[in-house]
């Protein structure tokens, strides 16, 4: 009898694949482990295993599996299922979801690349003719391609060979099947058992001469008496202020000895302290409410205003779920927002709060992934951007998903394209689990759903403490520029309000949303701007690095010193970014300490730590940034924030546009007077009688829904109408007008819904390939996934188009 199993292999593909196994690793191996594969003619990748049977492949001979990698899954049921699911509601690959769902340590792929083990010492009589062959080339040459070994062997069955060498341990593959995990351990000393009697110790001292040597020995014994924990030789070091020197020359006599234990990467117990929480009055009703409401809808909106105090709400739901042994999955848009997260979670739940992001390494991100999969208390209370829900949860209670408006919950590129907060409601389904979303300006489909009572509705109208919404001043700039109140971008309005905060001890946030120093540079002679090579964009000048750089392809050229048109020197900057506002103020207030929070300026793991906490312990005074901080971050000092140019968003060629406006604009201005004095807000703008910028004055959310709920009815947007976006690439620019007219012609004579396009978008061409959208939109009372079908075959029918079949087509499902 034949045996066989099912796999999904992490490459782009709609398919799963058939692998034969021997009768005894079908009985060891269960769905959800992980198996090295043979794939194509001589890749080896990371299978994950999602069913097992005997039917024998109809198209294709099954092939032999490698080796099985796992001795128990790493998957669970659940998570394939849900997996599946966003395979064919965001239209996408299965291979991909998987792909994108395991940390990368997880998904080992074979290498190509083939070098010599310097450390073995070969018998080359052993070896046969083929491998002798290669064994001589490797000794002319550094590294081999699998491609080489086929031109020197002239055969294409390479692989044996190589396997017999790898068995052998004559060479290595570089991209071999390995595991990239390895624990961390940590370095902890205790008091050689020769010393652990009393009158020992006495003599023990005595005998040492070196000053150096004893203080070390006395400041051990105070920490013993301190903590229970073992002592790490970091930690007697750093108390002792000693080198690690003096700790090895006691480990040498004998007196000290050091021992290892495994140790999570990370670790939060420090932080624990045993703090009540408190609600206030608003707090608590709000609470009852979403509890009641959680009796009777599986999901539940918290709007709340900017500073109500939805984090302790949030706690406080977790402690009830923590308590009934659930998993907690806190899903956030924003890196930068698990920093000051994290520090408050873990002070009430100490080290049961794991982080999952990509700032954090490989084998951090593993163990989390472990953690969650045994159920472990250290991952009782998961905090992670969107990529945290693939984790292989198998107890999930509750997903609090914050500030959920925000557009960053939606993956762009590559697939799968999901949306991590309808994801997350899908997968809290498949859990019974209950799901709360929270902002305090939520989008216009979760409001319109929770309105018309699918979801449960509570409000939370007041701040903490009382305190009042900020007091938002509008600076038109048109009128300011024509009465020479400006200092370089600022206004004087806004420097008065600048230099009032400081002298009142308070911190101010600056919010400009575009990066760098200026988005254009022009020549005054000729009107060249000079643009980038590869996408329709003009490059912006970074004066830091002194460059202009593509913030698509991240193409960079040195400034320019003349006109690359006419060789004129006259070249001014247009527009402003960060950069250019943090130097203008540097001028204004010399004294001052600035920094600048954005993509430049927060590549590295630590780099929003560094910055938040500067800011939090007021080391920083002005802190200048992009739309990373109109969300959710908390400062107790700050008083006033101050819009650079709020007019920047309103005209984007995008239907969310006022909306998204409305909310950012309401997020930046939440974070002043966050404490007991009123904050202050000022927005300078060209446009102060426009319908968002007043309603955002006003603080009017209900006057903008209604607004923007009519023009979506008429227009035919969400939440009446699903959008599917398909975007075609191609470097040929007249082959792909032809080849996206032709799909748009066959999508509008299958589907009785409106297709919209071909359209060129405003950035036509980006790494040296043109654009074209194609916009279908269907009715919330059309079959979703009859339609899906229909474009699923057109597209199909599509590639088999032989001129058409270079061109690249993405489906982006729910467009965002």
Known sequence: MNYFIEVIVPLSLPKTFTYKVSEAEYYFIKKGMRIAVPFGKNKVYTAL???????????????????????????????????????????????????????SALVLES??????????????????????????????QSSL??????????????????????????????????????????????????????????????????????????????????????????????????????????????????????????????????????????????????????????????????????????????????????????????????????????????????????????????????????????????IGARSALFLPFSNLGLIIVDEEHEATFKQHDPAPRYHARDS???????????????????SI?????????????????????????????????????????????????????????????????????????????????CGHVPQCPQCDVSLTFHKFKYQLRCHYCGHSIAKPTNCHACSSVDLETRGFGTEQIEL????????????????????????????????????????????????????????LVGVMNADNMLYHPDFRAFERSYQMLTQVSGRAGRSEKRGKVVIQTYNPLHNVIQQVSKNDYEGMYKEQLYERQIYKYPPFFRLIRLTLKHRDFEKLKEGSMWLYQVLQQNLAVPVLGPEEPAIGRIRNEYIRTIMVKIPNETNLQNTKKTIQKVLNSFDTVVQYRAIKVSVNVDFY
């Open 49 to 103: 295993v999602i069913d097992l049977h005997q039917n024998p492949p109809t198209l294709y001979e099954a092939k032999e599996i490698h080796q099985i990698l796992d001795e128990k899954p790493i998957v669970n049921e659940l998570q394939i299922k849900h997996w599946f699911w966003i395979a064919s509601y965001y239209m996408c690959n299965i291979g991909d979801v998987y792909r994108g769902a395991l940390p």
């Open 111 to 140: 290498e190509t690349i083939i070098t010599l083990q310097t450390a073995t010492v070969v018998n080359q009589t052993e070896l046969s003719d083929d491998e002798f062959l290669i064994y001589e080339a490797l000794q002319d």
């Open 145 to 382: 391609k699998i491609q080489n070994i086929v031109a020197i062997l002239n055969k294409k069955t390479v692989f044996p060979v190589i396997q017999k060498l790898l068995t052998k341990g004559i060479i290595s593959l570089q991209e071999e099947v390995q595991e990239e995990y390895k624990p961390k351990f940590v370095k902890y000393i205790r008091l050689h058992q020769d010393y652990q009697e009393e009158n020992k110790l006495v003599e023990l001292l005595d005998n040492l001469k070196s000053d150096k040597r004893k203080n070390l020995v006395l400041q051990y014994f105070q920490l013993q008496a301190q903590q229970k924990n073992p002592i790490s030789i970091k930690q007697l070091t750093e108390t002792a202020n000693a080198s690690s020197s003096i700790v090895k020359s006691l480990v040498e006599k004998n007196i000290f000895e050091e021992y290892h234990i495994q140790q999570d990467r990370v670790n939060f117990d420090k932080n624990k302290t045993e703090n009540q929480l408190d609600l206030s009055q608003a707090q608590q009703t709000a609470f009852d409410e979403i509890e009641k409401s959680f009796t009777k809808k599986e999901v539940c909106l918290l709007h709340g205003v900017t500073s109500s105090g939805k984090t302790e709400i949030y706690t406080k739901l977790i402690d009830t779920y923590n308590k009934e042994g659930k998993q907690v999955l806190y899903l956030l848009p924003e890196i930068a927002l698990t920093t000051q997260l994290v520090s408050r979670l873990t002070q009430y739940f100490g080290n049961k709060v794991g982080v999952f992001h990509s700032k954090y390494n490989n084998n951090e991100r593993v163990e989390v992934w472990q953690n969650v999969l045994q159920n472990s208390e250290k991952a009782q209370i998961v």
């Open 424 to 442: 997350a409601i899908v997968l809290a389904n498949s859990h019974q689990a209950k799901v709360l979303l929270g902002s305090a300006t939520p």
């Open 445 to 525: 489909e979760t409001y319109y759903n929770a309105t018309s009572g699918k979801f449960g509705l509570v409000y939370l109208k007041e701040r903490f403490g009382k305190v009042q919404m900020p007091d938002i001043e509008l600076v038109d700039l048109k009128d300011s520029y024509f009465r020479k109140k400006m200092k370089g971008h600022f206004s004087l309005t806004l420097i008065e309000q600048i230099t009032e905060a400081f002298s009142n001890g308070e911190q101010v946030i600056l919010f400009q949303n575009r990066r760098g120093f200026s988005p254009v540079i022009e020549c005054l002679t």
């Open 584 to 639: 203008e103020l540097a001028e204004l207030f010399p004294t001052k300490n600035i920094k600048r929070m954005d993509q430049d300026t927060t590549r590295g793991k630590y780099s929003f730590e560094k910055i938040i906490d500067g800011f939090k312990n007021r080391e920083i005074d002005v802190l200048v940034g992009t739309q990373m901080l109109a969300k959710g971050l908390d400062f107790d000092n700050v008083s």
